[in-house]
């Protein structure tokens, strides 16, 4: 499922320094979400009409809605939730027999992309705090700086442009993921996947994702590999030499944490 069971800023708050007490309400509210979505939702029959045309095979999950009322509940559950990465630690704590896929990407990208289709973090949208990138920040001027950017660099944050300011959250989200799931102590747990490895051998990496699940390949998965493609790589050699020179300087050290420099 990609989307959010629980408000994005739950992610934000769950990196702050909660009392115990409230980062346990917080893994709460993931658990029950999901549980909730798995007893509502999931067992809707529009839902299982509108899974079954995106992926005919599962005709018995069709079936038994239309036919017998609720779908039994699912094997597997599969969770996306990019800002998941501002605090890596709370799916583990909140899920503690879950499995992780952790699929980075260069940052250098990572950012070009959000700025070109997303329009993040402009001075704009550094004016409030409504926005999925900074949903708590401590006020500059007319601006916020988000709580990820480390005390006594706001100028500097806000006196560079947004592709810099991108790279630089994205910056904080890889570094706590470097550090945190190299922490966890079974290696079965975690898997790792290079975007840019993904997209140029998608069955080989298909591969590896369904065995980390203990899954099998249907139709609708061999759909979506073939969709991979690889003309999203390297887009942000586009951008103008001093970006990228920023870039480094501002994310370098995780950029060779993850092989990209």
Same mark, same amino acid.
């Given at each position: 499922m990609i989307g959010q069971l629980v408000p994005v800023v739950t992610f934000h708050l769950a990196n @702050?320094?909660?009392?115990?007490? @409230?980062?346990e309400a917080l893994c709460g509210s993931l658990r029950r979400g999901i549980d909730i979505y798995l007893s509502g939702e999931y067992n809707s029959r529009f839902r299982a009409l509108e899974n079954w045309w995106r992926a005919p095979d599962q005709i018995d999950r069709l079936h038994h809605v239309v036919r017998r009322g609720s779908r039994p509940r699912p094997e597997r559950f599969v969770y996306k939730e990019p800002f998941l990465s501002l605090a890596p630690e709370f799916a583990l704590d909140a899920l503690p027999n879950a499995k992780l896929i952790y699929i980075y990407r260069d940052g250098?990208?990572?950012?070009?992309s959000l700025v070109e289709s997303y329009n993040v973090l402009t001075d704009q949208e550094l004016?409030?705090?409504r926005s999925a990138e900074m949903r708590t920040g401590r006020r500059y001027d007319e601006r916020y700086v988000p709580w990820w950017v480390a005390e006594g660099r706001d100028e500097e944050f806000i006196e560079n442009p947004p592709?810099?300011?991108a790279i630089w959250m994205w910056a904080y989200m890889a570094r706590r993921c470097h550090t945190y799931l190299r922490s966890?102590?079974?290696d079965d747990q975690v898997l790792y996947i290079r975007y840019e490895q993904f997209m140029r051998r998608p @069955?080989?990496?298909g591969q590896k994702l369904l065995d980390h699940l203990g899954a099998t390949e249907t139709r609708a998965f061999r759909r979506h590999l073939r969709r991979a493609r690889t003309s999203s790589i390297g887009k942000h050699e586009r951008r103008s030499s001093e970006e990228l020179t920023r870039a480094v300087e501002v994310a370098g050290d995780v950029l060779e944490a993850h092989g990209y420099v």
């Open positions: @702050q320094d909660l009392p115990a007490s @409230q980062y250098r990208d990572v950012a070009n004016t409030h705090l592709y810099i300011r966890v102590p079974n @069955q080989t990496v």
